[in-house]
């Protein structure tokens, strides 16, 4: 059950997270968006390299595939901050509401203070990217 809090005239009641998990729902459904931007430049910097097209315009692809990565990562970080602050407050069941806000932003902070470009190589399109380039400028 969710955690209780304290309404403004003293009785206790419940904490219903049905609001915040529709909304996790919804940024969970936005990772496809991200994953379909990343799949697209993927395309279009692998068409340059075939086509042998400057180089600039690869190293716009190789920017845009970074800022994916890099919005997937924030992504994947809120939702865990939430999901974890979530399941906190169902298991403690407080008898005063916490500042949740609060909770998810240091959750969050902690979470993005531990970013490092080591991150990318653990993102699969980034790397499968970086390896077809290679390959490509191989041959």
Do not use: W
């Not at 990343?38 to 920017?63: F, N």
């Not at 602050?85 to 609060?102: A, F, G, M, S, Y």
């Not at 531990?114 to 400028?137: G, H, M, P, V």
């Amino acid at each position: 059950m969710p955690g209780r809090s304290t309404s403004s005239s003293g009785s206790t009641g419940f904490i219903s997270f049905s609001g915040v998990e529709s909304a996790l729902s919804s940024l969970k459904n936005f990772q496809s968006c991200i994953s379909s931007g990343m799949d697209t430049a993927y395309s279009v910097a692998l068409g340059l390299v075939e086509t042998q097209t400057e180089v600039s315009s690869e190293y716009s692809m190789d920017k845009a595939m970074v800022e994916f990565a890099m919005m997937d990562r924030e992504l994947n970080h809120y939702l865990k901050a939430v999901q974890s602050t979530i399941n906190h407050v169902k298991e403690e069941r407080p008898e005063e509401i916490p500042d949740l806000k609060l909770l998810v932003e240091e959750k969050f902070s902690a979470l993005q203070n531990k970013n490092s470009d080591a991150d990318f190589q653990n993102n699969e399109k980034f790397t499968q990217f970086k390896q077809q380039l290679k390959e490509l400028k191989k041959q």
